[in-house]
């Protein structure tokens, strides 16, 4: 009787540790799983707030002007457009960062191979859908900001290189296989200046590239 106990005892705690073990794979795959994002929810990230429409008070026919199109836009896309990603200053990086701030934008955990700005084949599926959703009716022909970022290991002159070339990457990858127009895509890196999580500097969470929706189509369209 006594060991007939100990066996029941003993098949429920190894019971209790499969089915343990079960759930822990299953929140693994599921956290796995969402590191790869939608077209659908990269396109309602960057889909910018709809905003009513003023309408001019001067004299003569109406016109139509949409509230978003601000002069740092403007200002903008006259001064970053077809720049590449080496040319920019210091200050111009913390100008981008300042004028996107507001902006619709979406973090991407796209990993590369070690110290190395070839995207890695598990995050294909993330750069993929950002290219669908890219040329989605909802977001096409407006300027986007790629933002390449690092964690905290290494020196700052490292990871800013690094964040460049991996920002450049994408956007290489974006023209080549889905036509993107490559003055549509401003690259910038930021090396490990903007940690996501400063708390866990080595985090993987602040290894991504950052894509913020500059303008509209309406402004696109004004060009």
């Known amino acids: 009787m006594a060991n007939f106990s100990v066996t029941k005892t003993l098949t429920a705690i190894v019971s209790v540790a ?24 990269i396109v309602r990230a ?3 707030e709809k905003k009513p429409l003023t309408r001019g008070l001067s004299v003569g026919p109406q016109t139509t002007v949409d509230p978003t199109v601000t002069a740092a836009e403007s200002k903008f896309v006259q001064k970053f457009r077809g720049r590449s990603t080496r040319s920019l200053s210091s200050a111009e990086r913390e100008e981008i960062a300042a004028i996107v701030k507001d902006k619709p934008k ?10 190395s700005a070839d995207i890695s084949a598990k995050s294909l599926p993330s750069v993929q859908a950002l290219g669908r959703a890219l ?3 909802d977001l096409k022909g407006s300027t ?5 970022h690092t964690d905290a290991a290494g020196g700052d002159a490292y990871n800013q290189d690094l964040s460049e070339r991996r920002a450049d990457a994408i956007k290489r990858y974006l023209v080549d296989k889905y036509g993107i127009n490559g ?5 910038v890196g930021y090396g490990k200046s903007k940690l996501k999580d400063p708390s866990q500097p080595m985090a993987e ?16 369209s004004a060009k």
């Open 106 to 115: 979406i973090d991407l955990e796209i990993n590369f191979d070690y110290n």
């Open 18 to 41: 499969a089915l343990g073990t079960a759930v822990c794979l299953s929140a693994g795959t599921a956290l796995a799983q969402d590191k790869n994002v939608t077209e659908d929810q």
């Open 183 to 187: 003055t549509d895509l401003v690259t």
């Open 144 to 148: 986007f900001v790629v933002a390449g």
């Open 135 to 137: 040329t989605n009716n």
């Open 205 to 220: 969470v602040n290894r991504r590239v950052q894509v913020v929706n500059m303008e509209n189509k309406a402004t696109a």
């Open 46 to 48: 960057l889909s910018p």
